[in-house]
């Protein structure tokens, strides 16, 4: 498999308390990739340092081929990418910012822009430092679309948006990546949208890349199970176990990875019964994928 | 993207532009005029002085230019973390590049009003045989000094805020510590004086800034 984003032993260190510390990641081509993480964890500072906005401490990076961050200009000409917030020219006028985008790239789609602003409603006299929340990140997005590119990095894109204004957003990117084939790294602590549009998974915290997976493992892998007569030490698992918890009487609750059906017949062969198999949802796989990464950190320390 | 680079630097700054370019033009006019009266018809002092002051007004005005128009079409980069300017497809030479050239036009306006103010100036007054008008001259020290200021304002503006506070640090630092030698140790003195001579004559790096500014000269 080949991969639009390549980072191994990235490192990087931002005053005293924040640092990004050994982050390998990688993103396949072609896939819609979720960044997730709380707030703070790292999201922003880690796209900045791919896009060569920023020098790493140590590690390699590679987009699109292009070594980061010698080769960063060669890499975001093919690059389309929304910021966090509105990173634009508050006194041009949306027309006028748009002309000065496409100055820069030679892949630049006057037409695709244009329709893109009809479909956004927004007009060409508009000045970008009046524009509403939602028509700015609808902006934003324009500009990133407009380049062709083979890669979208998007970072929170629909933070603060109203429903209707997100739902337009996503439409076209979604319609983008379908006919481009195009790959995208989005960032977001907004796990739901994340579950209908990703297909892979990177979860962040506190500066390290805790999980990385496809969606369908991430979703259908991590389980919550009730256990009966669970014994003390649990080795030799087929699974990973995340969490353990005490249930009610004498049951346990275990959150487990890479869980597969076939796997309840490790329980029949000793003491220990299984009582139930608990689906999660994203968020609830997110919440318990960062509390096992927090509780390992914690013992690790 | 040179053309749509100047358009916006153009459009942020053309207040201030406007502003600076009247001022340019007028401040020799309204100096020779209010001298004038009180001028002796053949007294080449006295009006080697005024064109003097012209010099010294009109290098003022230009540094101030050169300080504001760095300070205010920089500051909107600043404000969103360069993140804009970081996010565009050119290298860092390049865009500073480009970034030097949309400067030099724009503050060529004010050295340009500098020009015709001055020669219009120097056309008010009857000039003895031994003194000439340097209107042109004038004009290119300014665009020179309000372009060295713009360099350096650009430079701090550029860099990370830490990073300029650093360097603002070190040159104080710097200016206090060889104060601090030159009065303890007496034998610096001619040293350290003549690196400070180095520095604000021609050729030095802030020779334009602190050589001879005048409109009207022998």
Redesign the interface.
């Known amino acids: 498999m080949s991969h639009a984003i390549t980072i191994d032993g990235l490192s990087y260190r931002a005053g005293r308390h924040f640092a990004i510390r050994d982050l390998t990641m990688r993103v396949p081509n072609g896939s819609v990739y979720g960044f997730l993480g709380p707030n703070g964890s790292g999201k922003t500072t880690t796209i900045r340092l791919l896009?060569?906005?920023l020098p790493p401490v140590d590690g390699t990076v590679t987009v699109l081929g292009h070594e980061i961050p010698s080769g960063a200009?060669?890499?975001?000409?093919r690059?389309g990418?929304v910021?966090e917030?509105?990173?634009?020219?508050?006194?041009?006028t949306v027309a006028?910012t748009m002309?000065?985008h496409a100055?820069?790239?030679t892949r630049w789609d006057a037409a695709e822009a244009e329709r893109l602003r009809r479909a956004f409603d927004l007009r060409d006299e508009q000045r970008v430092g009046r524009l509403s929340k939602g028509e700015a990140g609808k902006l934003m997005m324009l500009l990133a679309l407009a380049v062709r590119p083979e890669l979208l990095v998007l970072d929170e894109p629909t933070d603060g948006l109203d429903p209707v204004v997100r739902r337009d957003v996503l439409a076209a990117l979604l319609e983008y990546v379908s006919t481009h084939n195009a790959t995208v790294l989005i960032s977001s602590h907004l796990v739901h949208e994340q579950e209908r549009v990703c297909d892979w998974i990177g979860v962040m915290d506190r500066g390290r890349l805790v999980a990385e997976m496809p969606m369908h493992a991430f979703r259908g892998g991590i389980k919550r199970l009730r256990i009966a007569g669970a014994p003390a030490l649990a080795t030799s698992t087929p699974f990973g176990i995340l969490a353990r918890r005490a249930g009610p009487g004498r049951e346990e609750e275990w959150v487990v990875r890479d869980w597969r059906d076939d796997m309840t017949s490790w329980f029949s062969a000793g003491e220990t019964a299984l009582r139930e198999v608990v689906d999660l949802d994203l968020e609830e796989s997110f919440v318990e994928t960062l509390r096992a990464a927090r509780d390992a950190g914690g013992r690790a320390a | 993207m040179f053309a749509q680079t100047l358009y916006v630097q153009w459009k942020w700054n053309r207040d201030f532009l406007a502003f600076y370019m009247i001022v340019a033009f007028a401040a020799p006019l309204v100096i020779l005029w209010a001298a004038l009266p009180h001028l002796g018809l053949t007294s080449g002092r006295e009006l080697v002085s005024v064109g003097g002051a012209v010099g010294a007004t009109t290098g003022v005005i230009a540094v101030l230019a050169g300080l504001t128009i760095a300070w205010q079409g920089y500051g909107v980069d600043e404000r969103a973390g360069h993140v804009y300017a970081l996010s565009l497809p050119v290298t860092r030479g390049r865009a500073l590049a480009i970034r030097a050239g949309t400067a030099t036009i724009m503050l060529a306006l004010p050295a340009l009003a500098i020009w015709v103010g001055a020669m219009i100036a120097a056309g008010q007054v009857e000039l003895p045989p031994s003194l000439h008008s340097y209107a042109g001259s004038l004009a290119t020290k300014a665009l020179l000094a309000s372009w060295l200021a713009h360099a350096c304002v650009f430079a701090l503006r550029y860099c990370a805020r830490r990073r300029a506070r650093s360097v603002l640090a070190v040159l104080v630092v710097a200016v206090i510590a060889l104060s601090a030698t030159a009065m303890v140790v007496p034998g610096t003195r001619a040293g350290i004086a003549r690196a400070g001579d180095f520095l604000i004559s021609n050729p030095g790096p802030f020779g334009v800034l602190f050589g001879r500014w005048t409109l009207i000269d022998v």
């Open positions: 896009l060569g906005m200009h060669l890499a975001l000409a690059i990418y910021p917030r509105l990173h634009l020219y508050p006194m041009l006028e002309r000065y100055s820069f790239y």
